[in-house]
């Protein structure tokens, strides 16, 4: 099982851009697909951005298809999520999780998903 932790929440002006790191802190990543999921206030989480262990397929929510790119080093066991562009709805902890790769990354819903990490929170806002 993988442990993960997230980085690079912060708050930022709308139209601005933060980068969310997902490292993996205790093993390989290879053989994970992984997500990056939020979740706001009154709301039930999401699927945001998955990419599959390999990183050739990718996943996007409608809503940041175009401004977000999820990528991934599996050298240095970390997924990426640049997010540009950011609108005040994009406000939410934003968590990543993990699942094993035995079959094609298709969906990205959190129910597939485990060993979560613990959050990080982005808030856009002027």
């Known amino acids: 099982q993988l442990r993960l932790v997230e980085s690079g929440g912060d708050l930022v002006q709308p139209g601005g851009s933060l980068r969310l790191s997902c490292t993996a802190s205790?093993?390989?990543?290879?053989?994970?697909?992984i997500g990056w999921f939020r979740q706001a206030p009154g709301k039930e989480r999401e699927g945001v951005s998955c990419?599959?262990?390999?990183?050739?397929?990718?996943n996007y929510l409608d809503s940041v298809a175009g401004r977000f790119t999820i990528s991934r080093d599996n050298a240095k066991r970390v997924v990426y999520l640049q997010m540009n562009g950011l609108k005040p709805e994009d406000t939410a902890v934003y968590y990543c999780?993990?699942?094993?790769?035995?079959?094609?990354?298709?969906?990205?819903?959190?129910?597939?998903?485990?060993?979560w990490g613990q959050g990080t929170q982005v808030t856009v806002s002027s």
């Open positions: 205790n093993r390989t990543m290879d053989y994970f697909h």
């Open positions: 990419i599959s262990s390999h990183g050739y397929i990718t």
């Open positions: 999780a993990a699942r094993l790769a035995i079959d094609a990354q298709n969906e990205c819903v959190p129910r597939l998903f485990g060993s």
